[in-house]
């Protein structure tokens, strides 16, 4: 397996931040330990008006996925630190530094990604020959990004060749090149000629189109580069500004010039303007600017103050010292840079690296092998790309809970699935737009108002009009999101529902039991929860839905259980769990799983005929190859058990419970099993990367039901 990967660019501001969280990402899916390091660091703020601050690039990379690493261990000097040793004669001494702090980091981890510096101003020159010399003596391949902005095909064309031939008369081993941020009229002409005149016939290239919103500055960034004053809308903070307007000219006329994303800067005193800024923001017809920034160090009298109390949720508003001529000038150089906080750009930087370019390919470029061990973020971004693999649509029945719009956003950035919202609409339109979300592919629809309504109706009354139901009350059901949604499964309007951010789980699989039932052959639906353990993933079933199973349906849960693992990459071997081993012990709870494994093991020849099951076994022998080679010697299955069935409710969800935070375990789940089509319930505890993988989760589930796995 190949240890380490240089990203280099042409030159700055080449969106190498935005390849660098790509790669990383398709690292982590195949290798368990990865770090990150940079050689060299800028050590200061774009600015000279505020203090200090990390370096950028390492505090996204280490925050996004969690490295376990001090921020000190992820460089070896700052650009100040660099150039003073270049200047004096010893740049080997440099180089011995960053190799030395390097080799700390490679003897820690599997994989180390490496991101080069970029000079600025006048020791730009130095960028090309130090990168060069670092990466070939870190033995590090090179993956290039070139910087196609603003640039017809010609320049870019140079510009890469230039490299290009520069790389290989050093001895670089450059494996691809990424062409950023390119227009798209320009994207097959110029890997046209990069392939045809320059590059190596195993070398691969990729182009990514630009997109405006990864330049586009948070009101926070700003905030925190010009040390402003947030005088209201703190938690509004995360909005982008896709331009800037000094409201210097008549009311009438401003209105005319600024736009949706507009950040509007005025003197303080302006009261006019920021009154009619506020009142445009709760207009349906007006665009939705960014934010105010109060210039002068002048804040509105009292009186204003007051009003503004009233809409201050709407958008941010800052004050700096600034005049406003000194404000725009500051913005007009800011370099808007991926934070990592900022989850809406990195999952498009993210979307966009993902679409254009052949990450398997790249992958096996890099990495010759790929680790037999699965981490909890190897297992997470695995369900991200299965489902990407054959797009389901998905039908989110709560749609004005602000956790299901930021993480229906992340879906459809990352191309993931195709969502229906369900709920009334101008409630939900209202809140996407106060937290400026970008939702324009979802599908929103209100039930009451719906074209499906009276069809839904019909078919669920003579569904249930056996069971007493009446035309009114089949009406009332319908206009319930729950069963509206579960409805649009049946139907084949969506292909799978995940719900219960708001609602209870009987109010998530009520419906589900009424409307779309269970398989042929499942008396019981059941659930399991997918353990991600540090180095592996267990599957536990039932641990959320049935109290005490009959050995029937303990048996039904363990087959489900082991084909739900199969879906998603766990192979399964199933331990039927009991407080005896074997023929240790007896009694009631005993004889259930006994009979449940006499039950399962008739099945398996028709519905899984290769299946290794065993019961009753206890957890120490099942996950323990010393515990089973005392316990149960001649068993396939203990000590190689990777899907685990409780006797009950009692003990499985407690079990799993006190895996999760006794040994720090990622529980995902309940993931629901045996029924007819995929709905799946959340907890009204969830966060957004719970619904994120859930409704992953449920788009695999409605591929494998198509049988597109």
């Known amino acids: 397996m190949g240890k380490n990967l240089y990203i280099t660019a042409t030159e700055a501001r080449s969106g190498k ?4 969280l790509g790669v990383m990402e398709m690292l982590i899916r195949n290798i368990d330990r990865v770090g990150f390091f940079r050689p060299i660091i800028s050590g200061r703020s774009t600015s000279d008006i505020c203090e200090l601050y990390k370096d950028n690039d390492i505090d996204l990379i280490s925050t996004h996925f969690h490295l376990e690493l001090e921020y000190d261990e992820m460089y070896a000097y700052t650009e100040e630190e ?3 040793l270049i200047s004096i004669g010893k740049q080997a001494e440099l180089i011995d530094g960053i190799l030395a702090k390097y080799n700390q980091m490679a003897e820690r981890f599997d994989f180390v990604l490496c991101e080069g510096y970029e000079f600025s101003g006048s020791s730009a020159s130095f960028d090309f020959d130090l990168n060069a010399e670092i990466s070939n003596n870190m033995g590090c391949p090179v993956l290039l990004v070139a910087n196609a902005h603003k640039k017809d095909s010609t320049k870019t064309f ?16 450059v494996i691809a090149t990424i062409v950023n941020r390119m227009s798209q009229d320009n994207s097959k002409e110029i890997i046209k000629q990069l392939e045809t005149n320059i590059l190596k016939e195993d070398h691969l290239t990729y182009a990514i189109p630009d997109d405006p919103s990864l330049g586009n500055p948070t009101i926070d960034e700003i905030a925190t580069l010009m040390c402003a004053d947030v005088i209201y809308g703190e938690d509004q903070l995360d909005h982008h500004a896709s331009s800037y307007i000094v409201a210097a000219m008549h009311l009438q006329n401003f209105l005319e010039w600024y736009e949706h994303g507009t950040l509007v800067i005025t003197p303080g005193d302006r009261a006019d303007v920021i009154v009619s800024c506020l009142s445009a923001a709760t207009s349906s017809t007006m665009p939705h600017i960014s934010g105010i920034l109060l210039t002068g160090g002048i804040k509105p009298e009292p009186q204003v103050l007051k009003l503004l109390e009233g809409f201050y949720k709407r958008i941010p508003i800052l004050s700096v010292k600034e005049d406003t001529f000194q404000a725009a000038r500051i913005l007009d150089n800011l370099h808007a840079v991926i934070s990592p906080n900022d989850k809406r750009k990195i999952f498009t930087a993210l979307g966009a690296f993902e679409r254009n370019v052949d990450v398997a390919r790249l992958s096996d470029k890099i990495i010759s092998s790929q680790s037999t061990i699965v981490t909890p973020k190897m297992f997470e971004y695995g369900l991200i790309q299965t489902a990407k693999t054959n797009k389901q649509k998905i039908v989110l029945p709560e749609g004005e809970d602000e956790r ?3 993480a229906s956003e992340i879906l459809l950035k990352r191309d993931v699935v195709d969502l229906i919202l369900l709920g009334d609409e101008n409630v939900i339109k209202e ?53 509206f949604g579960t409805m649009m499964v049946r139907k084949g309007h969506a292909d799978g529902m995940v719900s219960g951010a708001v609602h209870t789980t009987s109010a998530t699989i009520r419906p589900a039991f009424e409307v779309i039932k269970t398989k042929p052959g499942c008396s019981v639906v059941s659930s399991v929860f997918f353990m991600c353990l540090a180095d592996k993933v267990l599957v536990y079933g039932d641990c959320a839905v049935n109290p005490n199973p009959k050995a029937n349906q303990l048996a039904e849960i363990a087959i ?7 879906t998603f990459g766990v192979e399964p071997i199933v331990a039927m769990l009991s407080y005896s081993t074997g023929e240790s012990g007896s009694g009631e709870d005993v004889d259930i799983v006994k009979a449940a494994t006499k039950i399962a093991k008739d099945k398996l020849p028709e519905v899984f005929p290769d299946l290794l099951l065993e019961g009753p076994i206890q ?22 058990a990777t899907v685990f069935i409780f006797p009950d409710l009692n003990t499985g969800n407690n079990t799993y419970k006190a895996v999760q935070r006794s040994a720090g375990a990622v529980a995902i789940g309940p993931v629901l099993q045996g029924l007819n089509k995929p709905v799946n319930d959340l907890s009204r505890g969830c966060l957004i990367p719970d619904v994120v993988n859930t409704v992953a989760i449920t788009a695999i589930q409605a591929q494998a039901e198509k049988g597109l796995l």
């Open 17 to 20: 931040s935005a390849i660098a």
């Open 619 to 640: 957890y120490d022998a099942a996950v323990d190859k010393k515990v089973a080679a005392t316990k149960m010697p001649d068993s396939q299955v203990a000590g190689k």
């Open 431 to 483: 809140k996407i737009s106060h937290m400026g979300l970008i939702l324009d592919k979802a599908e929103i629809i209100d039930p009451s108002t719906s074209k499906y309504y009276d069809d839904y109706v019909k078919e669920y009354f003579d569904l249930r009009k056996k069971k007493g139901i009446s035309l009114e009350m089949a009406h009332d059901s319908i206009r319930d999101v729950s069963f």
């Open 82 to 84: 660099a150039l003073h």
């Open 404 to 406: 299901i719009l930021k």
């Open 560 to 566: 489900s259980s082991a084909l739900t693992a199969k």
């Open 158 to 173: 140079r510009s890469i060749k230039m490299y290009m031939e520069s790389f290989d008369e050093m001895g670089c081993d």
